[in-house]
């Protein structure tokens, strides 16, 4: 056949299983089967299970590695619990609009993660470091449910000694370790301290976070053309034909997976269920 | 063009099937099939109106095998001859190749059926009470998306080319006669015959300016519907599919079957959250699916018009009374 097959994942092995929190884990494959942008996704096979769709979290401009950071919520992610360093996984993508960051030169970036949200920003802020001299300000606002429920909580330290880099991190329900502010993340986004006439919000989270993220943004002062929003859909193919992550007019898969405020606001649909 | 006796198609046909598998329409009852060419042909059928199942069962199979894993799948798919599609089945090869055989990504599965399919579609001579082509601005005939057309005529057929292959073929053969011009009148007179027809079964209907908003009005539609789903499966330009993974002797093999949007389970997520979750906002999801978003990207509607879906509805739901009034 003269056409690539796109339903073919390529094979790839687990290198190390990485425990972020009790339901969170980072899957690190050995080699870096394909390349990818901030921003797009992958196809992950569990061999006889299924396939699901996941945003890597590791630096994209990384030659060795690929990295996922997972929840445990389904099927496939279940399935990828039980894996160990060695087992075989097929993958195939990438897929989606990478976060268009060349167009981001110039600017204040605030990004805002919740939960498990958090590993396609890593991946987005890993690459805004690798060329940290062209943006003006990074912001990271992060929320989870408890302190143990936070991600990458070995790397925040690191990132913290970064200059151009501003963090805050919340809990809902703090506990005697926690010296951070509590409530959920919109309690850390009453104060936004950029210019909004020139800055780009970056959202990733449950789909109810996005939503009250969102509100506060706009009201905030963010156009709704600088928001930019990982919408989380149910997808087969990944490749804009299936047809369930469908969202409006859009292929959440072909369109984005990240979309910007402004596509959505008027949409029909609720695009936070 | 030109001019077959019955008895010269015949012969065509019973040619072809000597190396081809030629599959076309019998009717059994009141139904029309495509079936393998048994040594008949069926002028009656050819002449009728759509099949019950359109060219989608040849070229996006119910469940095709896709890949395997980790070795790449191979398989060859055969050379077939279908003979008797409509219009409004010709119109929906044409919507599958904006959706299989277009932008970055295409599905080689599609593609090489669509290669190995010759089609020989047919005029619509007399439409059903079910047809509606001509609202969505199509003709009760062919004239682009297949090999060759046949136009019934009272003693034979018309054939004319519509592809590069088609006329290939056509001229190769030296069939049938020049076509008098009696044949010729009479093809637009049953052409002209058709079309009024359309028109009189759907006369009045109006296209909606927007789908409505309100919940009434789709409930009030939707009342009687068993979610059967045979709407979705029989439409000839339904795509949705799912992949499946089934565990082979050594990793798996993947199926992409048809999928429909009406399942409660269609775009829930892994962690249990569902756009979607009521069958209301499953039943509109379709209708705006088909006349809004298609349109936007493709400038025409995802339906040609062929009446499957209301012919199938146990509750009687007609798609004309929802999109039209």
Redesign the interface.
């Known amino acids: 056949m003269a056409v690539k097959n796109p339903y073919t994942p390529l094979p790839c092995r687990l290198k190390e299983v990485i425990e972020e929190t009790p339901t969170i884990r980072t899957f690190v494959l050995d080699s870096k089967p394909i390349d990818f942008e901030a921003g797009q996704f992958v196809e992950l096979t569990v061999p006889g299970v299924g396939e699901a769709p996941f945003t890597p979290s590791s630096n994209p401009n990384d030659p060795e590695k690929l990295e996922l950071t997972i929840m445990k919520v389904g099927r496939v992610t279940s399935a990828l619990f039980e894996l160990k360093p060695g087992d075989l996984l097929g993958i195939r993508g990438p897929y989606g609009k990478p976060y268009p960051i060349d167009s981001w030169k110039g600017k204040e970036i605030f990004i805002v993660g919740g939960g498990v949200g958090m590993a396609p920003l890593r991946s987005l802020l890993l690459a805004l470091l690798d060329r940290v001299r062209d943006f003006k300000r990074i912001y990271l606002r992060y929320g989870a449910r408890t302190p143990k429920d936070i991600v990458y909580k070995r790397l925040f330290p690191e990132w913290e000694k970064v200059k151009k880099l501003d963090i805050v991190q919340t809990v809902d329900v703090g506990d005697e370790t926690w010296k951070g502010p509590t409530g959920v993340v919109t309690v850390i986004l009453e104060e936004i301290p950029v210019n909004f006439k020139n800055s780009v919000a970056v959202v990733c989270g449950p789909p109810i976070m996005l939503k009250f993220v969102t509100m506060r943004l706009v009201e905030a002062g963010f156009a709704p053309e600088t928001i930019y929003l990982s919408m989380e859909k149910n997808m087969s193919c990944g490749i804009g034909k299936c047809n369930h992550c469908r969202l409006g007019p859009y292929y959440v898969c072909k369109d984005g997976p990240v979309l910007t405020w402004d596509m959505i606001k008027d949409l029909k649909e609720d695009p936070f269920l | 063009m030109r001019f077959l006796s019955r008895s010269q198609l015949e012969q065509l046909i019973r040619r072809l099937a000597e190396t081809k598998t030629v599959y076309l329409p019998y009717r059994t009852g009141e139904r029309i099939n495509y079936h393998r060419y048994d040594g008949n042909v069926d002028h009656d059928a050819l002449a009728g109106i759509r099949p019950t199942s359109s060219l989608k069962n040849f070229l996006f199979p119910p469940s095709e095998f ?5 070795k ?2 191979r398989k060859s798919i055969p050379e077939q001859i279908v003979i008797g599609p409509k219009q409004c089945d010709i119109y929906g090869v044409w919507v599958y190749d904006r ?2 055989g277009q ?7 599609y ?2 059926r669509k290669k190995q399919l010759f089609l020989i579609s047919v005029d619509c001579p007399t439409p059903a009470e079910s047809c509606f082509c001509n609202l969505v601005d199509l003709t009760p005939w062919v004239e682009a998306g297949s090999d060759l057309n046949l136009t019934p005529l009272d003693d034979g057929y018309l054939i004319d080319p519509v592809s590069k292959r088609g006329k290939e073929f056509l001229e190769s053969k030296g069939l049938g006669s020049e076509p008098t011009e009696g044949q010729l009148k009479a093809r637009e007179e049953s052409r002209k015959r058709a079309m009024a027809r359309l028109e009189e079964i759907n006369r009045g209907k109006r296209l909606r300016e927007q789908l409505p ?1 309100d919940d009434e009005f789709w409930m009030e539609k939707l009342d009687g519907c068993v979610e059967c789903f045979s709407c979705l499966f029989a439409c000839p330009t339904c ?10 002797k050594k ?2 093999d ?1 199926i ?1 079957v048809w ?1 429909a ?1 009406y399942y409660a389970a ?12 009521d069958f209301l ?1 499953r039943f509109k ?1 379709r209708f ?2 088909k006349f ?2 298609f349109k ?2 493709h400038d025409r509607f995802a339906c040609s018009g062929c009446g499957r879906c209301l012919k199938g509805c146990s509750a009687n739901i007609d798609i004309r009374e929802i999109v039209w009034q």
């Open positions: 896709v890949a395997s894993f980790p790449e799948v959706i299989f932008g970055e990504f295409q599905d080689p599965f593609l090489e908003d795509y949705c599919f799912l992949l499946y993974d089934v565990k082979a990793g798996f993947r992409r999928d949007c269609y775009a829930r997520v892994g962690g249990g959250m569902n756009p979607r979750p906002s999801n705006h699916c809004e978003y936007q990207y």
